[in-house]
């Protein structure tokens, strides 16, 4: 279920950054927070770059990308340290945003679905959400590998993940 390998180039560049973040990273945080972390601080977010599919060697040599590129890097980070990461594709709620007739702007957006203890549970790397719950102003769309292979399907039975999405108030 949309769990492809990381490739050999992959994981030739990740592996010692992996290891150099998690030896430089002092915090009690587990090893996918670090890395998450890591992510968002060395990789300029940039809403306004045309949405490409680019690779995640591409977005770590570029150091920017939108939350797409930002996700599929992450995973493939998580996939080398052995956990289980799925792309989500969707929308967000902006807050505070509203669109031409008063209400709620929904934007494009994208995260991650992680096996963690034996769990799939979302984190998100965009808003650093890395405690497995995310509001729900996060709308779920499609699922897949990665930001390229993404394919819309109702298989996967989200009430399992219902639970780790919270309310905000």
Do not use: R
């Not at 998690?22 to 060395?42: F, H, M, Q, R, T």
């Not at 040599?61 to 052995?82: A, E, F, H, V």
């Not at 594709?89 to 702007?105: A, Q």
């Amino acid at each position: 279920m949309f769990l492809i390998k990381v490739s050999d180039k992959e994981k030739e560049i990740f592996t010692p950054l992996i290891k150099q973040i998690l030896k430089e990273d002092k915090s009690n945080n587990l090893d996918y927070i670090k890395i998450g972390y890591w992510v968002k601080k060395n990789i300029n977010y940039d809403k306004h770059i045309p949405i490409i599919k680019k690779n995640p060697i591409e977005t770590f040599k570029s150091k920017k990308g939108t939350c797409n590129d930002l996700t599929n890097l992450y995973n493939c980070l998580l996939k080398i340290i052995g956990i289980k990461a799925i792309f989500v594709s969707g929308y967000v709620i902006e807050e505070n945003k509203y669109d031409n007739n008063g209400g709620n702007d929904f934007d494009y957006h994208c995260w991650s679905l992680a096996e963690i203890n034996n769990k799939f549970i979302p984190l998100d790397v965009n808003f650093q959400y890395f405690n497995g719950k995310i509001p729900n102003t996060h709308l779920f769309g499609c699922f897949g590998n990665s930001n390229i292979d993404i394919k819309c399907t109702e298989k996967i039975i989200l009430d399992k993940i219902e639970e780790n999405i919270i309310n905000i108030e």
